[in-house]
């Protein structure tokens, strides 16, 4: 069995695969954060993303009508041909975090290079909560019981 050490073969963008004779392309910061977002949401084990405060702002503008932010919990550092990507997670209980931190780190990587054509330098993750079986959200965010202990 061969064990996953968290490090991802790398498939390195071609040398000016974003610049040629026929022009230039630029990829905003913006692409890329919802690149790895929805590639970190596709992994099993990730319940949430973003701290505390944007998931509260999230359920907002859910409340609101407005469509859910793919971004939130991800922060972006573009270069001309290399990303650093910085994720906020809300994982499942029971999940193995550096197994699911690796897994997660392997999605992204793999999607914004394979995307973007941009060599993905870093992932850095920070697990801000846990979810438990049995919350659910209230208007505020925050996780509560399904049901009242006291009546």
Same mark, same amino acid.
């Given at each position: 069995?061969?064990?996953?050490?968290?490090?991802?073969?790398?498939?390195?963008?071609?040398?000016?695969?974003?610049?040629?004779?026929?022009?230039?392309?630029?990829?905003?910061?913006?692409?890329? /954060?919802?690149?790895?977002?929805?590639?970190?949401? *596709?992994?099993?084990?990730?319940?949430?993303?973003? =701290? %505390? !405060?944007? #998931?509260?702002?999230?359920?907002?503008?859910?409340?609101?009508?407005?469509?859910?932010?793919?971004?939130?919990?991800?922060?972006?550092?573009?270069?001309?041909?290399? /990303?650093?990507?910085?994720?906020?997670?809300?994982? *499942?209980?029971?999940?193995?975090?550096?197994?699911? =931190? %690796? !897994?997660? #780190?392997?999605?992204?990587?793999?999607?914004?290079?394979?995307?973007?054509?941009?060599?993905?330098?870093?992932?850095?993750?920070?697990?801000?909560?846990?979810?438990?079986?049995?919350?659910?959200?209230?208007?505020?965010?925050?996780?509560?019981?399904?049901?009242?202990?006291?009546?």
């Amino acid at each position: 069995m061969v064990k996953d050490t968290g490090t991802v073969p790398r498939t390195r963008a071609q040398d000016g695969a974003l610049s040629s004779d026929m022009g230039t392309t630029t990829i905003d910061d913006g692409v890329v /954060a919802k690149i790895a977002g929805l590639a970190a949401r *596709e992994v099993s084990g990730v319940y949430d993303m973003g =701290a %505390g !405060a944007a #998931r509260a702002l999230g359920t907002v503008r859910g409340i609101v009508g407005a469509d859910k932010n793919i971004d939130q919990g991800v922060s972006v550092e573009v270069g001309e041909r290399q /990303a650093a990507v910085d994720l906020e997670l809300v994982v *499942e209980y029971g999940t193995a975090i550096p197994d699911l =931190a %690796g !897994a997660v #780190r392997k999605n992204v990587i793999s999607a914004v290079e394979r995307m973007c054509g941009l060599e993905v330098t870093e992932v850095n993750i920070k697990v801000d909560d846990v979810h438990l079986p049995g919350q659910k959200r209230d208007d505020g965010g925050a996780a509560t019981e399904k049901e009242p202990r006291v009546q």
